[in-house]
């Protein structure tokens, strides 16, 4: 194994955990990859706990979906990982999870949208929600990837966020905001109005969106 399939492997093992323990996953659902070259994308397994998961644990696949590495099956959503993966070459990370609030959103089919005035720059507009199809299959990987266009994040109808990145951290970190925003924007609801800013505001942060996609952060 070379050293780089090494990292990556600690990697989705650290951010798997960092999920559970964040509340944005629970036991086994959920699923997280990362790009290792152009060719092989790592991806966690089905049906494994968290916290019992090692660094073999996590299964090497082709872009076609073989299994090249691993004792265990990869998830069932890695159809949804591998066309984006085709779909935007720019990604190296996706974190596919189910948090709560922004669970809430895609059970009512309420997009997330720019209600506070650093949304934009981070996940380049409303986050808005894709149609409804079985897990795993082709169907919800065309549909996922179609309404994620080239945006950072997508809901899930009825069944929660994909968040992408550059890298694993930068797609936690997205999740996070999603979430964060998606639990704000529902208790302004209830006060009466979430409010979105300005479009004038949207189309000048819309520029920046590029820029903090390849940012360290």
Known sequence: MDPEEARIRKELLDYGVKAYQT??????????????????????????????????????????????????NPTVEHKMHLLVYKTRPEVGGILHAHPLYSSMLAVAWQPLRPILDEMVPYLGGTVEVAG????????????????????????????????????????????????????IQILATLLGKANTIPESRQEQEAQYYEFMKEADW
């Open 23 to 72: 509340g944005l996953v629970t036991e086994t659902e959920g699923n997280l990859s990362a790009r290792v070259d152009k060719d092989r994308v790592l991806v966690t397994p089905s049906h494994t706990p968290y916290e019992m998961r090692t660094t073999e644990d996590m299964v090497l696949v082709d872009m076609e979906g073989n299994v090249l590495a691993g004792e265990k």
């Open 132 to 183: 409804f199809a079985p897990s795993g299959s082709e169907e919800l990987a065309e549909i996922v990837v179609k309404t994620l266009g080239q945006k950072s994040a997508v809901l899930l109808s009825n069944h929660g966020t994909l968040c992408t990145g550059k890298n694993l951290s930068r797609a936690f970190q997205v999740t996070k905001y999603v979430e964060k925003w998606a639990h």
